[in-house]
């Protein structure tokens, strides 16, 4: 009897001791419920020009890193470069034209008028004695009153042709009329509108990287005929990277805005962080992206964060790529750790 109580006390504690073995070995595969599943995301920005024409230089092949600034691809410029031209050649006879009636005669003309008034002034000069002359021979019967008559007419003639050219000269050394110079203002500002316009769609015949990143794709090749607004290459700033993570619903209290997370993804760097900019309002299930075990079918709610800087130098975020976050208290451990 003795011996089949302890034959039954026997299995009962290697029954409790295996499952104790087994709670332990669960508790030790179980994903720590601060780990927060995702994937890398990014913006991509399509490259295009606004106008139509034949590719004439790619500057940049697919996975090459540009710098801001850089020059992607051109379009072929002729027909622009021409207007631009023409432009700038129709705002320059505008504004000498404008500069014309602003001043008045030219120093050309102006001299003709002042010869001709001189030329009033000596005739007035032989006129007046000749007319006090004629009157003494008209006393003495000389002369007829005829010739008398004649020389004060010519006075009367050269002191009109000097109030003529007087006024012709003040007139001549004015401007044009306001209405006229009004009207070849607006000429002018026209034509330079018009060489802002041209000189816009010269510039827009080149694609300049906005920000530094990475070539994606390129869909065209070089000479062929690209569209007005049609993607040429696809562009990944880098400021364009964002972690989209999953919490779960019950979770969700422990997250805000400005919050750092700690990431980690296969063959990463250590130490990589990430901000978070922005928490969903609204729930969703599981993306099948991350689907696992303990996942599958919960709601949950998108967390975006922006990674941080001080990863490597070659270090680069590759969109799809799984991750998985973990918050990080105010001395910089992450919890759980």
Not at 159 to 174: D, F, P, Q, S, V
Request: net charge negative; hydrophobic share 45%; aromatic share 6%.
């Amino acid at each position: 009897m003795r011996a089949v109580k302890a034959a039954v006390f026997k299995v009962a504690v290697f029954n409790v001791a295996i499952f104790t073995a087994l709670i332990a070995l669960a508790a030790c595969e179980k994903t720590p419920s601060d780990r927060l599943l995702g994937y890398v995301e990014g913006d991509y920005v399509y490259m295009a020009l606004p106008e139509a024409g034949r590719l004439t230089e790619i500057k940049v092949a697919r996975g090459d890193s540009v710098a801001a600034g850089a020059i992607l691809f051109t379009l072929d410029d002729t027909a622009t470069r021409a207007r631009l031209n023409q432009a700038l050649a129709d705002l320059a006879e505008a504004e000498r034209t404008l500069t014309d009636l602003q001043s008045g005669e030219r120093p050309q003309e102006l001299a003709i008028i002042e010869a001709q008034l001189d030329s009033a002034l000596a005739s007035l000069m032989l006129s007046e004695p000749r007319v006090k002359r004629r009157r003494e021979l008209v006393k003495s019967n000389i002369v007829g009153t005829e010739d008398l008559d004649a020389a004060e007419a010519s006075i009367l003639e050269d002191r009109g042709r000097i109030a003529e050219m007087t006024t012709r000269l003040e007139a001549a050394r004015l401007p044009e009329r306001a209405d006229r110079i009004a009207a070849q203002q607006a000429a002018v500002d026209a034509f330079r509108a018009a060489v802002i316009e041209a000189q816009w769609s010269l510039d827009e015949r080149r694609a300049i990287a906005p920000a530094a990143g990475s070539v994606e794709d390129v869909y065209y090749r070089l000479g062929e005929q690209v569209g007005a607004e049609k993607p040429v290459l696809q562009l990944l700033p880098r400021e364009n990277i964002k972690l989209r993570i999953y919490v779960p619903e019950v979770e969700l209290g422990k997250y805000r805005v400005g919050q750092t997370l700690a990431v980690n993804c296969d063959g990463c760097p250590d130490n990589l962080t990430a901000t978070i900019n922005f928490i969903a309002a609204e729930a969703e299930y599981t993306p099948p992206v991350i689907y696992s075990d303990t996942s599958r079918a919960k709601l949950v709610f998108l967390i975006e964060a922006k990674p941080d800087a001080g990863a490597p130098a070659d270090f680069q975020w590759h969109p799809g790529q799984p991750v998985d976050a973990r918050p990080v208290d105010a001395n910089g451990v992450r919890a759980g750790s």
